[in-house]
């Protein structure tokens, strides 16, 4: 949100100055709440420690004791402690009949108001009625958001009328490199059935 605005001014016609009191919040010694300690949740971390973060996390299993002492993660068996503590929230889990609308108006409200919800996962995860709520009222700092529901949003959602908020289109894996990779692993997968072989990446294992 500080880099957004701070491109907005930097860039507008309008700017004669830049204000010496325009402050951002500090992301080193924070805390970050990652909520699905997956692969990619595990690779959050890693460079998430890199910042010197205080990193919590919840997920359906916790990750052994090398995994978590390797990135310095604490878990959280209950959600609502996770949330209570961190200064940032990350949302990278999949989307399950589990996890439909996970983040709603009561997990919002043990947020910190000084919180920031990051959502990378699936847009379902969040009750977005109940996060326009929050970040009208304040309930919580700010938002940003690579995935909606649904994709793209309406032009007259209110999620885009707010300036606490940050909406990017689904770019988390928008690189010519990852791209290749994943169209390179699929092939992979394909080549392994017709061979009838072991499949690589199944989704879901037998």
């Known amino acids: 949100l500080y880099f957004h605005a701070g491109c907005h001014i930097a860039m507008s016609p309008d700017t004669k100055y830049f204000a010496v009191d325009w402050l951002g ?30 990193i919590l996390y919840h997920n359906r299993i916790q990750r052994r004791k090398e995994e978590e002492e390797a990135v310095g993660a604490h878990y959280c068996a209950k959600m609502e402690d996770l949330l209570q503590q961190s200064d940032f929230v990350m949302l990278v889990v999949n989307l399950t009949p589990e996890t439909h609308k996970l983040i709603g108006k009561k997990e919002l409200g043990l947020m910190k108001p000084t919180a920031t919800l990051i959502n990378i996962s699936r847009g379902a995860v ?22 909606t529901n649904p994709e793209p949003l309406p032009r007259d959602h209110p999620l885009l009328n707010l300036n606490n908020v940050i909406i990017t289109p689904h770019i988390g894996t928008a690189t010519v490199q990852a791209i290749r990779m994943m169209a390179e692993e699929a092939i992979a997968n394909m080549l392994a059935v017709l061979n009838d072989q072991p499949i690589p990446s199944e989704v879901f294992p037998k």
């Open 25 to 54: 919040v500090e992301v080193t010694r924070a805390t970050l709440g990652i909520i699905g300690m997956g692969s990619i949740g595990y690779k959050v971390a890693q460079r998430a420690r890199a910042f010197n973060m205080r």
């Open 126 to 147: 969040i009750d977005q009625d109940a996060l326009v709520e929050a970040l009208q009222n304040k309930i919580i700092r700010a938002a940003a958001l690579d995935v």
